[in-house]
T-cell receptor, first 110, second 115 residues
Framework: KQEVTQIPAALSVPEGENLVLNCSFT??????LQWFRQDPGKGLTSLLL?????REQTSGRLNASLDKSSGRSTLYIAASQPGDSATYLC?????????FGEGTQLTVNP | AAGVIQSPRHLIKEKRETATLKCYPI?????VYWYQQGPGQDPQFLIS???????DKGSIPDRFSAQQFSDYHSELNMSSLELGDSALYFC??????????????FGPGTRLTVL
């Protein structure tokens, strides 16, 4: 059974800092991995999708990496802004379902 | 761009009542997934349908059932509601290529409160 862990559980940074969120998973037989953003009480917004054959994906200030062999993914956020404050979830896709970590709650202080 | 539509957005029910949640996937998406997110928890997979057939089943209680219709919309039926069923219920959709997972797009969720 896939287990996904995210570290840290919470992170508070001043505006403008670069930061890294970590995601680890126990079963490397994944099709892809998605990073999501969730605002309080809201839905999940897909940020980046990395296929199992890829090592990296970039979208604007976001960069996600994937190392299947070690069961790890990172989400790098450059030049953080207060609007980036949210919970970030990673989900590993085994082909028919996403298994999520518990998320990292990010606060970017002005 | 069209997104996943869920209705209703909010639902309040009493214990032992029934509830029906609806999901309309993004046009041309053939797969629908249901997830349950309890307060302060991560989303948990319930069930999925590909081309109107159940494709995977997770931690869905026997009191719950779901189906996908010919127009690809899906309904989650919940009976004998319990207090612990209070949660955000998300529907997601994707276009799945055989043998590959694909990007899942989530709806805004239905917040179910059981009193």
């Amino acid at each position: 059974k896939q287990e996904v862990t995210q570290i840290p559980a919470a992170l508070s940074v001043p505006e403008g800092e670069n930061l890294v969120l970590n995601c680890s998973f126990t079963d490397s037989a994944i099709y892809n991995l998605q990073w999501f953003r969730q605002d309080p009480g809201k839905g999940l917004t897909s940020l980046l999708l990395i296929q199992s054959s890829q090592r990296e994906q970039t979208s604007g200030r976001l960069n996600a990496s994937l190392d299947k062999s070690s069961g790890r993914s990172t989400l790098y956020i450059a030049a953080s802004q207060p609007g980036d404050s949210a919970t970030y979830l990673c989900g590993s896709n085994s082909g028919s379902r996403l298994t999520f970590g518990e998320g990292t709650q990010l606060t970017v202080n002005p | 761009a069209a997104g996943v539509i869920q209705s209703p957005r909010h639902l309040i029910k009493e214990k032992r009542e029934t509830a029906t949640l609806k999901c309309y996937p993004i046009p041309r998406h053939d797969t629908v997934y249901w997830y349950q997110q309890g307060p302060g928890q991560d989303p948990q997979f319930l069930i999925s349908f590909y081309e109107k057939m159940q494709s995977d089943k997770g931690s869905i209680p026997d009191r719950f059932s779901a189906q996908q219709f010919s127009d690809y919309h899906s309904e989650l039926n919940m009976s004998s509601l319990e207090l612990g069923d209070s949660a955000l219920y998300f529907c997601a959709s994707s276009y799945v290529r055989p043998g590959k997972g694909d990007e899942q797009f989530f709806g805004p969720g239905t917040r179910l409160t059981v009193l």
